[in-house]
């Protein structure tokens, strides 16, 4: 004898069934279009001569490029010239994330600012730099730098930098000693951001001054000036009147300096807004209830508003930076040799197309997981832990 409970459900009328079923129809169709892509494509290869491979990568590359961090002749394979593209590429956008979330976050502070003019400049700024395109504030900066005097004649800024068509001469750590200094400063800098978080917990939770944390934080400051003032071994760029040249120091060429201001004054601009958005959906009785306290403004948002508003800002920065390293493919409008604009030029002697295109896509691809990754890591760092 069998009970209603027993009888089981048909096939046809299980959700169950259906949701599997469809996943597993779903991945055949991808499967099967992707198949019928391959094919296509071998076929039309094999029609034009050409096998899908990547042994052109092996093969002398046989054109310059003006920047590179490696050392790199017109001999090399492609597979170096596009390792010395890469390089480039994350060379702009390291700097570029580090320099755009600096100014975009002052300027998104500076439109809480009880200073009229300041709040004024920062609105402009934001209004003009987000409605006008990247590519035109590219072309702009490109057309101010290349006003720069020749390499014999350029402006000297006390003894110290060089601005000239050539590029930005800048003084640089070298040797040892500058290694050494850098690894200083960076190690300071972490111990400075525990320490302000530690701060920031003990006054924020505890209600304590926070003294103790602050003299360290001075102690961590005299190390790190120290450190940047007789540290780091600094070597100065000079000019040369025998060879016409300017040596030494850190240069920075006109393609790579025009791309990473465009970049950065963009982004900013963005960020700028991400950063007042998030400050305003913090509660104002927050704010009051820290001014009861009696902190000045100034640490009312330091200690109160900005980690709050962390929360909302940090998921769409993630979204800014994505956009900055995807952007910096523009640096094929001013001639950076870029990992775009270097792939383009090898697309264009090989004629491998598709090889080229699916190494373009991994590259950007897997820069931005990371990106999306260390962003992912920091959000939830920020956030309330419910129990």
Sequence with gaps: MTTNGDQKIPLWRDDRFWRIALQILVIVIVVSVFALLGGNLTRNLRQTGNNFGFDFLKTSAGFNILDSL?????????????????????RVMFFGIILTTLLGIAVGVARFSDNWLLRQLSLIYVEIVRNTPLLLQLVFWYGIFVQF???KESLNIFNSIYLSKQGIFLPWPSGIQGIIGLGILVICAIAAFIVSKRRTKVMVERGESGQPQLITLGIIGIIALLTLTVGLNWQRPMFNPTTNTIEGGLRL????????????????AYIAEIVRAGIQSVPKGQWEAARSLGLKSGLVMQLVVFPQALRVIIPPLNSQYLNLAKNSSLAVAVAYADVYNVAN???????????????????????????????????????????
């Design 149 to 151: 005097p020749l390499i």
């Design 70 to 90: 490696i050392p790199y002749t017109p001999t090399d394979p492609y597979s170096r010239v596009l390792f010395a593209g890469l390089l480039n590429s994350l």
């Design 345 to 387: 030029t090898t697309f264009n002697q090989t004629g491998r197309a598709i090889e080229v295109m699916l190494i373009i896509m991994a590259t950007y691809l897997t820069i931005n997981l990371f990106i999306s990754l260390g962003m992912n890591q920091l959000n939830r760092s920020v956030q309330l832990r419910e129990r």
């Design 253 to 268: 060429t006109i393609e790579f300096t025009t791309l990473l201001v465009s970049l950065v004054v963009y982004t900013a």
